[in-house]
């Protein structure tokens, strides 16, 4: 069945942070759509989470639809083309970011968390994944989260067999393991879905996720679909509510029947 895609987003510096290190690119016109936390001090953040955005974005837009495109690294046998571009869009990104790092001294050690969806008829919805921002469904009002983090919380819940509160006792901290922009190359988690119209697909930073309980994200989205902007500021809104102590940004994409996109 063919399918067409709306797409939103909120974001919001947060009740206790100073700077926005969020960022989201939202390319319809290559049904792409990007978000990326960034982290090293306020300005570092901002600079590797934009560096991303715009980074994917580029590839995405124009290198790849170059007459002379060449892969800048090697493709995965095991992935279709679009599933290689975003993989390597990422990757990309995550180079000039390293570079950033390695040459700017208020840039060091920054690095960004990412999440890439893009659709094609031939592949379906791919997402591309990196570090604890997340990707959730909501098909026929459930919440499904569709990424896994990668993060000491998650890492010691699946080694320790802990609940989510205790591994988070034991981290103290929400410790990334895996991000963008840290070393010279970085592995993408690549997930595979095929959309059912009336999807939505939530791209969030953890500003959202760690604050408010998927239960309670899925109830604002079934309380305010379909109107995906008002859905978008919605879940901003509940987070600023449970303290807003991060950055939080929610990107909302739609699955819709082509015959009928309304």
Same mark, same amino acid.
């Given at each position: 069945?063919?399918?067409?895609? *709306?797409?939103?987003?909120?974001?919001?510096?947060?009740?206790?942070?100073?700077?926005?290190?969020?960022?989201?690119?939202?390319?319809?016109?290559?049904?792409?759509? +990007?978000?990326?936390?960034?982290?090293?001090?306020?300005?570092?953040?901002?600079?590797?989470?934009?560096?991303?955005?715009?980074?994917?974005?580029?590839?995405?837009?124009?290198?790849?639809?170059?007459?002379?495109?060449?892969?800048?690294?090697?493709?995965?046998?095991?992935?279709?083309?679009?599933?290689?571009? +975003?993989?390597?869009?990422?990757? %990309?990104?995550? %180079?000039?970011?390293?570079?950033?790092?390695? *040459?700017?001294?208020?840039?060091?050690?920054?690095?960004?968390?990412?999440?890439?969806?893009?659709? *094609?008829?031939?592949?379906?919805?791919?997402?591309?994944? %990196?570090?604890?921002?997340?990707?959730?469904?909501?098909?026929?009002?459930?919440?499904?989260?569709?990424?896994?983090?990668?993060?000491?919380?998650?890492?010691?819940?699946?080694?320790?067999?802990?609940?989510?509160?205790?591994?988070?006792?034991?981290?103290?901290?929400?410790?990334?393991?895996?991000?963008?922009?840290?070393?010279?190359?970085? !592995?993408?988690? +690549?997930?595979?879905?095929?959309?059912?119209?009336?999807?939505?697909?939530?791209?969030?930073? !953890?500003?959202?996720?760690?604050?408010?309980?998927?239960?309670?994200?899925?109830?604002?989205?079934?309380?305010?679909?379909?109107?995906?902007?008002?859905?978008?500021?919605?879940?901003?809104?509940?987070?600023?509510?449970?303290?807003?102590?991060?950055?939080?940004?929610?990107?909302? %994409?739609?699955?819709?029947?082509?015959? !009928?996109?309304?």
């Amino acid at each position: 069945m063919p399918l067409v895609f *709306s797409a939103a987003a909120a974001t919001d510096v947060g009740r206790k942070r100073k700077a926005n290190e969020d960022a989201y690119r939202l390319l319809p016109h290559e049904n792409t759509w +990007i978000l990326a936390d960034g982290m090293g001090g306020h300005v570092a953040g901002q600079v590797a989470s934009n560096m991303a955005v715009e980074k994917i974005a580029d590839f995405m837009e124009r290198w790849r639809h170059e007459p002379d495109f060449v892969w800048p690294f090697e493709p995965d046998p095991r992935l279709s083309d679009e599933a290689n571009c +975003i993989q390597m869009a990422v990757r %990309v990104a995550n %180079v000039r970011i390293f570079n950033r790092g390695q *040459s700017d001294d208020a840039c060091q050690n920054m690095g960004t968390t990412v999440v890439a969806l893009t659709w *094609s008829e031939q592949a379906g919805l791919i997402i591309a994944h %990196v570090g604890d921002s997340r990707c959730y469904r909501l098909r026929q009002g459930k919440l499904q989260q569709l990424t896994e983090d990668h993060s000491l919380v998650n890492h010691l819940k699946r080694v320790f067999s802990l609940t989510d509160e205790q591994a988070r006792a034991r981290a103290s901290s929400n410790v990334i393991v895996r991000a963008v922009g840290l070393e010279d190359d970085v !592995d993408v988690d +690549i997930t595979l879905v095929k959309p059912e119209p009336g999807d939505v697909y939530l791209s969030c930073s !953890d500003g959202l996720s760690d604050l408010v309980k998927d239960d309670k994200i899925q109830s604002v989205m079934n309380d305010h679909l379909p109107d995906l902007n008002e859905t978008a500021q919605a879940l901003v809104d509940a987070a600023n509510q449970a303290g807003g102590t991060d950055n939080i940004t929610a990107v909302l %994409v739609a699955a819709l029947n082509a015959s !009928d996109p309304s």
